[in-house]
């Protein structure tokens, strides 16, 4: 049977809709909201009757019958530490959404989205993999403090996604491979994927782990002390510092990888040692969960929108490949993941999970 399935993913400034038919794309479209739009409303919460209005009108005006609409899923938000899967959209989930459970973000509104439209229209609606997914080891959340344990916030969609993909492809079953996967955006980050659990990986919202091109990563823990009580900073800055002006952004001015790339290759010295060690500090993080899989590593996979780099891809591949083989599926299509979640659920290859 075939399902017919709306795609909801907001972003701060955008909602993201697709509608696909089983894996095939039928519409797309990117519905920006300006500044002055989104100043309006106090909270994330309260921006939902005016999204809502947004994504039916654009249906509308594309001739989309909702009647025809199987199924309806949103982008996971900042919910509790969950496991992986499909997730119905119970009254539960959507509360700690609508409060923001570990945070305030426009992706809290896509379960609550999808539940509204698909309420209208009387079809199922689930959110799929959101960054809170935490399936850590009990061992990888000691951080060396017991009032700072390690967390689980990375970029679970697309990691999840992919691995299933690597998966298929190779006819094998997802729960039976150890995997590595790098996802490289504007953060990062890299999950050790043992028998289908993500048994450690950073918290990659926070800035843990490698520099990304707007995340500071792991800082030396002393002169962050310093720095945070020396009088210059609010929090807020130092907040800043460490996710949205770290990376890249802090030593280049840029969050373009291709600009890094483009000021190397005309001589800029200080562009080459940036790059090189970015491309450092995710290999390092390979090895170190190469490790956490006891050295018995299936594939590492090489992720997101910086994947597509030439550079990148060669000088990664030839840095950890005798781990284990490399594959590259560049950037990150959180549309059609949304959707083959959805799919799983709807055909019975997996049961839905419990919030």
Do not use: W
């Not at 309420?119 to 700072?148: F, K, N, T």
């Amino acid at each position: 049977m075939s399902y017919k399935i709306l795609i909801i993913n907001p972003g701060s400034t955008s909602t993201k809709i697709g509608v696909y038919e089983d894996e095939t794309q039928v519409m797309e479209e990117t519905l920006r909201h300006s500044t002055e739009e989104i100043a309006q409303y106090a909270t994330i919460y309260d921006q939902k009757d005016f999204r809502k209005k947004v994504i039916l009108d654009v249906l509308a005006e594309k001739n989309v019958d909702l009647s025809s609409i199987d199924v309806v899923v949103g982008r996971g938000g900042l919910l509790k530490p969950i496991p992986g899967g499909t997730y119905a959209t119970t009254p539960e989930l959507l509360e700690d959404l609508k409060i923001g459970k570990q945070g305030q973000h426009a992706s809290n509104l896509g379960g609550i989205l999808a539940s509204e439209i698909a309420s209208q229209i009387h079809v199922p609606s689930y959110i799929v993999d959101p960054v809170v997914v935490d399936e850590l080891a009990d061992v990888a959340r000691l951080s060396g403090h017991p009032e700072m344990p390690r967390i689980s916030i990375f970029h679970a969609l697309n990691q999840k996604a992919v691995a299933k993909r690597y998966a298929k492809e190779v006819g094998k079953a997802y729960e039976d491979l150890n995997l590595i996967v790098v996802h490289m955006g504007g953060g990062v980050s890299v999950g050790a994927h043992k028998n289908g659990k993500v048994v450690d990986v950073a918290n990659a919202l926070d800035g843990d782990g490698p520099f990304s091109p707007e995340r500071s990563g792991g800082l030396p823990s002393g002169a962050l002390m310093k720095l945070c009580f020396s009088g210059k900073y609010t929090q807020a800055e130092v907040g800043k510092m460490i996710n949205g002006n770290g990376g890249f952004n802090a030593y280049l001015g840029t969050n373009d990888m291709r600009d890094v790339v483009k000021m190397a290759s005309e001589g800029n010295e200080t562009a080459q040692n940036v790059m090189d060690a970015f491309h450092y500090q995710l290999c390092k993080e390979i090895g170190a969960m190469s490790v956490v899989l006891g050295g018995k590593v299936d594939q590492i996979i090489l992720t997101g929108g910086i994947a597509y780099g030439e550079v990148t891809q060669k000088t990664m591949t030839e840095a950890v490949s005798f781990i284990a083989p490399v594959t590259i599926y560049p950037g990150e299509d959180e549309l059609l993941a949304l959707a083959q979640g959805a799919l799983r659920v709807m055909n019975g290859e997996e049961k839905a999970m419990e919030y």
